[in-house]
């Protein structure tokens, strides 16, 4: 997944980019208000992580005005203010869900599985179209009882796939799902990961719908 971050305490973002990255995500990192809301309306994230305490504009107001400007991308507050009050009125807001720092980070990836698996519309932990699955918890693939470990891009890719199956993926959206900012994207980089899932699952995973992109098909009925 592709995830924006937004903490101004350097020490904390290092260190949660580094156990974002080891999950298996692509992190973009802003230290202020202002930053946040242009790097939100200007890429398509799977999930936000708020800090409330921010220069230039405040968390609660950058969650107000994304979610008056109609952006429902799934959001956590990761905050030091632990008052019922702040909390109510985080969620209130809009907020998918709420943790108060110090936390630890295998409970921070559990609910960022668990709120954008309830954005897309999922109720099982383990995405599917019927013959290929992932899960998000072990970064394992599944075809047939044929099991994989899959490396981070190749883990970004088909999560992205199966999220919607059946609908077309372009480079351009699947590039934006796996890489951040300031990485370096070779113009052969999505077929290298394809050509790496198809080797560890089979060459039916997934579909090239020629001049469009990249599907994982839905199951026959």
């Keep these: ?31 202020d208000g202002l930053s946040a809301l242009d790097a939100a309306r200007s890429h398509a994230y799977d999930a936000v992580l708020l800090d409330l305490s921010l220069p230039e504009m405040s968390g609660i107001d950058v969650l107000r005005e994304l979610r008056r400007s109609q952006c429902a991308v799934a959001l956590i507050i990761i905050t030091a203010r632990d ?13 998918d869900d709420y943790i108060v720092k110090p936390f630890d980070v295998d409970e ?3 609910r960022l599985r668990a709120v954008v698996r309830r954005k897309s519309g999922a109720a099982q932990p383990v995405l599917s179209n019927g013959v290929v699955s992932l899960d998000p918890s072990t970064f394992e693939a599944s075809v047939e009882g044929r099991v994989a470990v899959l490396s981070p891009r190749e883990f970004s890719l088909l999560h992205a796939l ?4 059946g609908m ?14 300031n990485e370096e994207v070779e113009s052969n980089a999505v077929e290298f990961l394809i050509y790496g899932v198809r080797r560890k699952l089979g060459s039916e ?17």
């Design 205 to 221: 995973a997934i579909k090239n719908v020629r001049g469009l992109g990249w599907t994982v098909p839905r199951a026959k009925t």
């Design 83 to 95: 008052s019922v009050e702040d909390r109510v009125g985080g969620l209130d807001l809009g907020a």
């Design 168 to 181: 077309i993926l372009s480079r351009h959206i699947l590039e934006e799902k796996i890489y951040g900012w």
């Design 108 to 110: 921070l990836l559990a």
């Design 162 to 165: 199966l999220q919607k199956p």
């Design 1 to 31: 997944m592709r995830l924006l971050l937004i903490e101004d305490d350097k020490m904390l973002a290092d260190a949660l980019r580094q156990a974002l990255h080891d999950a298996r995500h692509a992190v973009d990192w802003v230290e």
